[in-house]
């Protein structure tokens, strides 16, 4: 889906870089995805909600996860279609 139809459909969800929206973000180098995870924690972090919901894919997800339950995963580890995934996490 592109991006402005996203914002169009969507208009409360925050994409924070839409170049690797178009570009997908699982195929950027491991360190720039480490960096922009880190970046979207933060951010998370400063909107001091109780909750935020990050849609995104199972592969990317399960990157996430890693970051936040310093854990590593395998493939049999990735949510299923359209699964919800919940994770805690305190910066």
């Not at 592109?2 to 969507?10: H, L, M, P, Y």
């Not at 208009?11 to 570009?23: A, M």
């Not at 360190?31 to 909107?47: D, G």
């Not at 997800?61 to 339950?69: A, G, H, L, N």
Request: glycine fraction near 4%; include cysteine.
């Amino acid at each position: 889906m592109d991006v402005s139809e996203v914002k169009n459909r969507f208009p409360n969800f925050e994409i924070l870089h839409t170049e690797w929206w178009q570009r997908g973000i699982n195929q950027v180098k491991e360190t720039l995805f480490q960096q922009a995870a880190h970046e979207l924690l933060n951010w998370c972090s400063k909107m001091l909600l109780r909750r935020v919901f990050i849609v995104t894919h199972d592969g990317t997800i399960t990157s996430y996860r890693q970051i936040i339950e310093n854990k590593t995963y395998a493939r049999d580890d990735f949510p299923g279609n359209a699964e919800i995934v919940t994770l805690i996490w305190h910066s």
